[in-house]
């Protein structure tokens, strides 16, 4: 499979009468996207703003970010959700870099998130880098959970879909091509690499706590193999709302760095097999039935070394472990990826469980540590919803200055789990 990503790099972002890119600037028509959202019978009003890198504006709550971009050639859209089923992975896209569609609004139920553009909440978000798009939208009254949740999820898509048309016909500043072939293609090309397999765990336990693959929700999945270029290309959407800080948004699936980098080593250090997608589940008998199954298709695809990303922590934890003892017993060296809870003064068990095959770990931060983020000049959204986050507590919020004493919890993107953040490591 091949697919071509011509990056179009933006330098900034206005308002205008026309969806395009001038220069290096991208003009955004306001009234193109409240027009098409308010197409939906379930939203009752949007309204779009705009966030620059610098500027003390906070967003808050935030549920999704999504990359604008345009399908040149191949299956447009996120297919079998905005778009007929068909599949993705292949073909020539358009990408609007630095730039993001955040959406806001009346929330479900908790757990959405904090973007801050500037000072110590823009230290840890890679949001606080983009131009954003802030897209508030406000749903009809008397909706179940379920719809309401569905109906800001497309909506964001949907403003993506709008804002990327702007990169139709657009020179790009650079071109990405990301090509694998076949497994046995592969393996005969380099029969001397290693073979690894990406294994994405992915949060699935109902409403507010979902993943979507081609619009299937993953709950009910059993692992699913996916080119690496597919997920590249929009196969796998965020429908969760668990803690800000590692949840994978829409915008993280479509620029997955573990998978980016995989690539760039294919051929080269390793033979990149391809990428298994994982549901994360709550029952006993979901976990032994998906953890089995997992290290069950690596050993099929002859792997001998497997990356594990998790996605959220606590419950999770226990899928990570299961699945790193049964790759490492099989003789398949296995590396994991995630973060810790480890209390506000980091000496508490980082993990809710333990494995001694666990050998390798790459931590992405402590999800409990504390930070104050400073008074903002304007803020989109509401600052009081940072007591429904996790993270944050009644009175964490202080409308008397301005301020939010929180835990990164509460922080987009603050300790993410594929390695989309701020944070680095200090050796000591």
Known sequence: MRLEHRNIEIKDIVFGDAMKVDGSTLVVDKNAIIDELMKDENIKEVKVDLAKPGEKTRIIPVKDVIEPRYKVEGTPGFAGVTTQAAPLGEGIVSVLKNTAIVTIGDIVGFQEGIIDMWGEGGTWTPFSKTLNIVVDITPIEGLTPHEHEVTCRIAGLKASEVVGLAAKDVEPTEVVVYEKGTIPEENAKYPDLPKVVYVEMLISQGLLHASFIYGTDSIGILPTYLSPTEEL???????????????????????????????????????????????ELTTLRGKFVTCDYTAKLCKELGADGVIVSEEGYGNPDSDLLMICQRLEKMGIKTVLITDECAGWDGMSQPLADTAKEAVAVVSTGNVSHVVTLEKADRILGDPFAVANLAGGWEGAYNPEDGTIKCELNAVISSTSEIGTHNATIELV
């Open 233 to 279: 290309d929009g196969a796998v959407i965020s429908g969760n709302c668990v803690a800000a800080c590692d949840k994978i948004t829409t915008y993280q699936h479509q620029n997955n760095n573990v998978i980016i980098e995989l690539m760039e080593l294919h051929g080269k250090e390793i033979n990149f097999v391809g990428v298994l997608m994982v549901p």
